[in-house]
C-alpha cells in the first residue's frame, strides 16, 4: 500500500514563505514517478501548481512562477514545495500526486494553507 502524506502546511502572513512536504511510503520508489504539487479551493476545480519529473525537470503553474520551487530527494521519498512571496490567493488546500508507470497515481490527503492579508 502506498501513502502520501503532505505536511508543512498552516498559517502565514502575506509576503511570508511556507515549505510543504510530501513524504511517501509504502510499496513506492518515487524515483520512478514524476512528482507534483495541485491545489484546490471550496467550490473550484484542482489546479495543477508544479511538477517534477523523474530526469528533474520542473514546470509551474502562471500564478506561481518565480514564487514557488519544487524539488525532491528520492533517496528521502520526498517531494518538497518551497513557497516564497506568499499572497492570499494562495490560501487553499495543497495536495501531493505521484504519478508513475503502468497508470499508477497516487494522491496525498492535502494541506490547508491559509495566507493572511
Known amino acids: 500500500q502506498v501513502q502520501l502524506v503532505e505536511s508543512g502546511g498552516g498559517l502565514v502572513q502575506s509576503g511570508g514563505s511556507l515549505r510543504l512536504s510530501c513524504a511517501a511510503s509504502?510499496?513506492?520508489?518515487?524515483?520512478?514517478?514524476?512528482m507534483a504539487w495541485h491545489r484546490q479551493a471550496p467550490g473550484k476545480q484542482r489546479e495543477l501548481v508544479a511538477t517534477?519529473?523523474?530526469?528533474?525537470?520542473?514546470n509551474y503553474a502562471d500564478s506561481v512562477k518565480g514564487r514557488f520551487g519544487i524539488s525532491r530527494d528520492n533517496a528521502k521519498s520526498t517531494v518538497y514545495l518551497q513557497m516564497n512571496s506568499l499572497k492570499p490567493e494562495d490560501t487553499v488546500v495543497y495536495y501531493c500526486n505521484a504519478e508513475g508507470p503502468r497508470d499508477m497515481n497516487y494522491w496525498g490527503q492535502g494541506t490547508q494553507v491559509t495566507v493572511s492579508s
Open positions: 509504502g510499496n513506492i520508489l518515487i524515483g520512478f514517478f514524476t
Open positions: 517534477i519529473t523523474t530526469g528533474g525537470s520542473t
